[in-house]
């Protein structure tokens, strides 16, 4: 079942998808307005209950992909730290 972060990704989407009609558009935006208060929802992925170990693993890799930019690396070690 569809987080509610989701169905107001959705329609977000349909809002900015060129190839949907106005009249999809402006159901959209009706949804959006009287239901999730314009759009305004927590993202999907924003909860506590992350896995730590998870967390860090990712910030580590984050640190030593090459391909990551040194302001990015500099963020993830400081949340590291802070863990």
């Known amino acids: 079942?569809?987080?509610e972060a989701?169905?107001?990704g959705g329609h977000k989407a349909t809002l900015n998808n060129p190839n949907v009609s106005q009249e999809a558009?402006?159901?959209s935006k009706q949804?959006?307005?009287?239901e999730f208060n314009g759009g305004d929802v927590p993202r999907a992925g924003d909860d506590d209950n992350k896995n730590p170990g998870n967390v860090a693993g990712g910030?580590?890799?984050t640190i030593n992909n090459p391909k990551v930019s040194d302001e990015a690396k500099e963020s993830a070690?400081?949340?590291l730290d802070n863990m």
Not at 31 to 34: F, G, K, Q, R, Y
Request: glycine share 0%; aromatic share 0%.
């Open 6 to 8: 989701q169905i107001a």
């Open 1 to 3: 079942m569809p987080s």
């Open 31 to 34: 949804v959006l307005d009287n």
């Open 77 to 79: 070690k400081q949340r």
């Open 25 to 27: 558009k402006d159901h």
């Open 59 to 61: 910030l580590k890799a």
